[in-house]
């Protein structure tokens, strides 16, 4: 920015003398100049300088695009003021008959960088509020190296090391409390404001607030690897990569240079060999075909509207990984919703502990279920080893631990092999089990059946709430008309209930992970834009697999790698936001880009010289000024977005 700032400033102290002694200036001041051999010579000097300075941008854009056989906008600017500049200098000292443009040539140069800087500033703007989530991060650490505090730049710490955060301070880096304890502020992460207890072994996140404690922690991630680092780069990435409207842009673009550059020729040719005209004349019809055809506001069109629908998301806690994705996202036309951790909170409590064998208790049975579960990542593991650890129940050892997919775990304990599975997983392998069941689940909840040997042993009853927002959002979904499904590895009985208290008509109960991506990919066969949100755990495979994948919370790697779309305050209702975002940014493209097309439409023949018959005549320095114009529109078009409410 600071170069394009230079080059307008010398463009603009050297456009004084040409301007003073151009025509223009004649007309319209009441001082006359006397014009001298002196002043001739200095706007040729003036003119120069504005050409091979303040143009340089343009012509090193036109030699790269020439270079690459890839003429696009800075080919046809870099022709137009190249051919004005030759052409005047010949006319200059009587090498072809005709006039000279030095006051045209260096006020479209003018025109054009100041063009170029709106559009810089445009798009800097809009991504301002990614630049601000940098930020966050403080610049120094309160490094503890034997028994010694030092404040050191974040850049230089490593993993391993340990930090000082006293109360009141941003957490510097990402890390895990060593020493204190203490409440933190994470709405940076979650959106929340309520403070959260951190205790010993707990994980802090860099950029959030300490508040009340004074806390020692352990790096977990060097200053480049951060969580806030890690959504900083994704966004900026997600701002580099094109949209389904930017590739047909970007092609409607070279297709416009192909059509203007033929036009511009053509042009020439019918004025001068056809039409007879005077070789200046058929040129500057050529000049400002070039100019005012120069696709600028064709590739503004997609860009700037992409960059402040990135911004005014992301300060929502919505973040956009794959800009493609969020476009489809306008046109979904089926949403499909995980049960657990996403119509509900995922935030379990054991309701209910079966003992279906006399050889087992209760608590036994708890105890078992606990032991393995603490060995998987899983909500409802969690959830049940929390239970236990409240109820002061002793876990075992567990060997030879497996993950089941879709189904549960397996594990060792005392040389006796354990099964913690799903309802389904019951009803298909364990003998007897369906008359069990029948018998004795009678209740809805989430399910977690203790079985060995072919026989069950025992269950927990776990329930989950329902998301308070969940509701309106599937009743706001059903006005856009888009239809929820929910697709969940739980029971039916539980399944259908939730559905039910939500508005959801179309459930799929004991799905696998493979389920979960045939039914996705049956659902985009039938022709259906489908998108698919869950927390970024468990789904990750069916998030890839939808045309668009949404994560909700991105407290994990996961849910940053395997997303499309992240909604990192853990509202359901975001989503609503996050369609009208998506819906919104799609009606500017649109908009921007039919009247980038109607707008060459009616000025590549206007011109031309189409009208000159009726004395009107768009000259290279008009050409100039409706280019701009159009510019112009394309930004605050756009703009109008930074103020529109969601």
Not at 91 to 100: M, R, T, V, Y
Not at 202 to 230: H, M, P, R
Not at 537 to 558: F, K, M, W
């Amino acid at each position: 920015m600071k170069n394009l700032y230079k080059k307008l400033a010398v463009a603009i102290i050297f456009f004084i003398p040409i301007f003073v002694n151009s025509q223009f200036f004649d007309l319209i001041s009441p001082i006359k100049f006397e014009k001298d051999l002196f002043q001739h010579y200095l706007v040729i000097i003036a003119s120069s300088a504005i050409f091979w300075y303040s143009g340089w941008e343009f012509l090193e854009g036109f030699y790269h695009e020439m270079k690459r056989l890839s003429p696009g906008m800075m080919s046809l600017v870099g022709s137009a003021i190249t051919i004005t500049y030759v052409f005047s200098l010949l006319a200059d000292f009587d090498i072809i008959e005709g006039k000279q443009y030095y006051f045209e040539l260096s006020t479209m140069i003018l025109v054009m960088l100041t063009g170029h800087i709106i559009e810089s500033k445009s798009t800097l703007k809009a991504g301002d509020s990614i630049n601000k989530l940098g930020d966050l991060l403080p610049s120094t650490a309160n490094l503890i190296e034997n028994d010694k505090i030092s404040q050191v730049p974040i850049k230089s710490l490593k993993i391993g090391d340990v930090v000082l955060v006293k109360p009141g301070e941003r957490i510097p880096i990402d890390g895990e409390i060593m020493d204190g304890s203490t409440t933190v502020n994470e709405s940076l992460i979650t959106g929340e404001s309520k403070p959260v207890s951190k205790h010993v072994g707990s994980k802090v996140i860099g950029g959030c607030i300490n508040d009340n404690g004074s806390i020692k922690i352990k790096v977990t991630n060097s200053a480049s690897s951060t969580y806030i680092s890690s959504i900083v780069n994704m966004l900026k990435d997600a701002q580099q990569t094109k949209s389904l409207t930017q590739d047909f842009a970007d092609k409607g673009a070279g297709i416009l240079t192909k059509v203007a550059t033929s036009a511009g020729i053509l042009t020439f040719i019918i004025w001068y060999f056809v039409i007879k005209s005077e070789t200046y004349f058929a040129i500057e019809r050529a000049i400002s075909v070039f100019v005012v055809s120069c696709p600028h506001s064709l590739g503004l069109a997609i860009p700037i509207v992409i960059a402040i629908i990135s911004s005014r998301a992301a300060k929502k806690g919505i973040l956009i990984r794959n800009r493609k994705a969020f476009e489809l996202l306008a046109s979904s036309d089926v949403i499909v919703f995980d049960k657990t951790g996403t119509i509900t909170t995922g935030e379990f409590d054991v309701t209910k502990i079966k003992a279906f064998n006399n050889s087992y208790s209760g608590e036994q049975v708890l105890s078992i279920i606990a032991s393995l579960e603490a060995h998987s990542e899983h909500v409802i593991a969690k959830s049940i080893v929390k239970y236990a650890s409240k109820n002061n129940i002793e876990l075992l050892k567990a060997n030879n631990f497996t993950a089941l997919p879709g189904v549960g775990l397996k594990g060792d304990i005392d040389g006796e092999s354990y099964y913690v599975t799903n309802m389904d997983y019951v009803l298909k392998n364990i003998t007897g089990a369906k008359q069990l069941i029948a018998t004795e689940v009678k209740t809805s909840g989430t399910y977690a059946f203790l079985s060995s040997d072919n026989q069950l042993i025992g269950a927990l009853v776990l329930s989950d709430t329902i998301r308070p927002d969940a509701t309106s959002v599937i009743a706001s979904l059903k006005k856009l008309r888009i239809k929820p499904i929910m697709l969940t590895g739980d029971n039916e009985i539980t399944a259908n209930e939730i559905a039910s208290q939500v508005g959801i008509e179309s459930v799929f109960a004991g799905v696998s992970p493979k389920d979960k991506l045939n039914k996705i990919e049956e659902l985009k066969t039938q022709g259906h834009i489908v998108a698919m949100i869950g927390d970024g755990i468990n789904d990750a495979p069916a998030l890839t697999q939808a045309s668009v994948g949404i994560a909700i919370g991105a407290g994990t790697e996961v849910a940053l790698e395997s997303a499309d779309i992240i909604l990192v305050k853990s509202h359901l209702s975001d989503i609503i936001t996050t369609i009208n975002f998506a819906k919104a940014a799609h009606s500017k493209m649109r908009q921007n880009i039919y009247f980038a097309i109607g707008y060459n439409a009616i000025v590549i023949p206007l011109s031309s010289g189409l009208l000159v018959p009726y004395g009107i005549i768009i000259s290279p320095l008009m050409a100039t000024i409706l280019n701009s114009l159009s510019d112009v529109v394309s930004i605050v078009n756009s703009s109008i977005l930074r103020f529109k409410k969601f």
